[in-house]
């Protein structure tokens, strides 16, 4: 899988650019406010219809125009394939090779890429809706189809939080047998995605372990342990019904997949309150390279990496850990500061102002 061309459109600081990207490593440089973030959140929206910034999409259009274009020449199994994205109006249109309305799941079996950034740190230091978020992500590069359950989880918990706030708190015969409905529809996609969430998991342990002790320089225990809010009962099924007088009360679902956590664990101890902060970002790291090699093995193609700044956080130690685990593919890298020793790029792009310098 490759990035071979990329168009941009008035999308963030970029009026107009228009680059070729080698199938190697691309150094990215430029000082702050440059647009060297912005590249590689186009490159990401290509693939996922959303910023990893967590940007909505008016803020993607560069101030003064109405419309922002993402365009992409893709690379796979020996075909082309064209994505393009019209952000306009905090709205979407995506075509796959001229066809309109191309959906998520379509563009992530087109272009699959993995994403590291110093914000990373929330997989380890964050609430668990981080950590969810991380696990979800995973299983979509794994299986694009996955992401309708991941849309239809969304849909049950709005709708039943609806009827919740329409009991208004108490349970009526006409509320409960409707919440019976919800519930099923609520163990029915929730079973599905708690049980891709626990492979994942399971999967992820001895590529994070692995990852880890290289970065540390030393053989060190990881755990990844998905845990679901309903642990302590039987099913999910039951616990809905134990938690119905509960969530009439306090109008909404206080039990499913929403509410899960990752326990991540370093030598016996929570990596959250017991680790250091260079621990924490050691493991998010690792947690980032576990997935990489996860999606490469088992869907055998290498996602393009996109590396944000990372070596800012890491010190020379660090820094030259993660460059020998670095995989081989296709890769772009960003820094405002010097590249770290050892990087040999293919290809060096120099930005300023939204503009890449000749």
Known sequence: MRLRRLWLTDFRNHEHDELELPPGLTAVTGANGAGKTALLEAIGFLSTLSSFRGATGDVLVRSGASSAVVRGEVERDGRELLIECEISGGRTVAQLNRQRGARRRDLLDALRVSVFTPDDLVLVKGGPGER????DDAMVQLRPRDDALRLELERVLRQRNTLLKQAAGRLSDEIGLTLDVWD???VDVGVQIEARRAEISGALVPLVTEAYSRLAGAPVTVEVTH????SGSASLA???GGARAEDVKRRLSTVGPHRDDVDLVLSDLPARTQAS???QRSLAVAL????HRLVTDRVGVSPVLLLDD????LDAGHSRALIELLPEGQALLSTAGELPEGIEPQCRLSLAGGKILP
């Open 132 to 135: 969810r978020r991380f696990l």
């Open 184 to 186: 099923q529809k609520l």
């Open 227 to 230: 845990r679901p809010s309903w």
């Open 238 to 240: 039951e616990a809905l």
């Open 277 to 279: 902060q260079g621990e």
């Open 288 to 291: 980032r390279l576990g997935v």
């Open 310 to 313: 990372v070596f800012s956080e």
